[in-house]
């Protein structure tokens, strides 16, 4: 089954500066993969997508990421941070006819004014 | 459009007792899917559907069933609670087209089992 992981818990920025939030995955064929945030007591919403197409995705509140296949990634990236992006942030992989979505473990995203 | 909403907010349940948590969508969305979110493991999935009458097993399916008898309603039915389904629970619904959809994402259920 295809597998996501998150390599870090948190991830702290300062406002202003670019920020990066990392995420592997695995899985057979071509992978479908999102990124959610998600705030406090509530659900999650969704960010952006890969689904084919240009390796780099633009998405919601001037998020982006880069699709690489070679090193089988897809960080979130954003080019300069405001204390309202502290949040919780999820990467989701999804295979082709596969309607089994996984979750990595989530990045705790903290902006510091 | 209400979107996903899920009740009830917040339950406790004692060990051996059952509930069910209840999920709808006014977005005529044919996916449906329930996750439990635990701190350090982010999202797993419980049960899916792709349609009325039709569900499948996620990761995480023990101690949990569902039925999808119309397209707006999928409830999620713990038939003997136990402590280690103490967990926020979360819906979600999406269209079911050929390639995977974005899903939208209820509130969200907190469950507390004693």
């Known amino acids: 089954a295809q597998s996501v992981a998150q390599p870090e818990d948190q991830v702290n920025v300062a406002e202003g500066n670019p920020l990066t939030v990392k995420c592997t995955y695995s899985?057979?064929?071509?992978?479908?993969l999102f990124w959610y945030v998600q705030y406090p007591n509530r659900g999650l919403q969704f960010l952006l997508k890969?689904?084919?197409?240009?390796?780099l995705v633009k998405g919601s509140y001037g998020f982006e990421a880069e699709f690489n296949k070679s090193q089988t990634s897809f960080h979130l990236k954003k080019p300069s941070a405001l204390v309202s992006d502290s949040a919780l942030y999820f990467c989701?992989?999804?295979?082709?006819?596969?309607?089994?979505?996984?979750f990595g473990a989530g990045t705790r995203l903290t902006v510091k004014p | 459009n209400a979107g996903v909403t899920q009740t009830p907010k917040f339950q406790v349940l004692k060990t051996g007792q059952s509930m069910t948590l209840q999920c709808a969508q006014d977005m005529n969305h044919e996916y449906m899917s329930w996750y439990r979110q635990d701190p350090g493991m982010g999202l797993r999935l419980i049960h899916y559907?792709?349609?009325?009458?039709?569900?499948d097993q996620g990761e995480v399916p023990n101690g949990y069933n569902v039925s999808r008898s119309t397209t707006e309603d999928f409830p999620l039915r713990l038939l003997s609670a136990a402590p280690s389904q103490t967990s926020v629970y979360f819906c979600?619904?999406?269209?079911?087209?050929?390639?995977?959809?974005?899903?939208?994402f209820g509130p969200g259920t907190r469950l507390l089992v004693l």
């Open positions: 559907s792709v349609g009325a009458g039709i569900t």
């Open positions: 899985v057979s064929g071509n992978p479908y």
């Open positions: 979600a619904s999406s269209i079911q087209g050929a390639r995977p959809e974005t899903q939208y």
């Open positions: 890969y689904i084919t197409g240009d390796n």
């Open positions: 989701a992989v999804r295979g082709y006819n596969n309607n089994d979505m996984r």
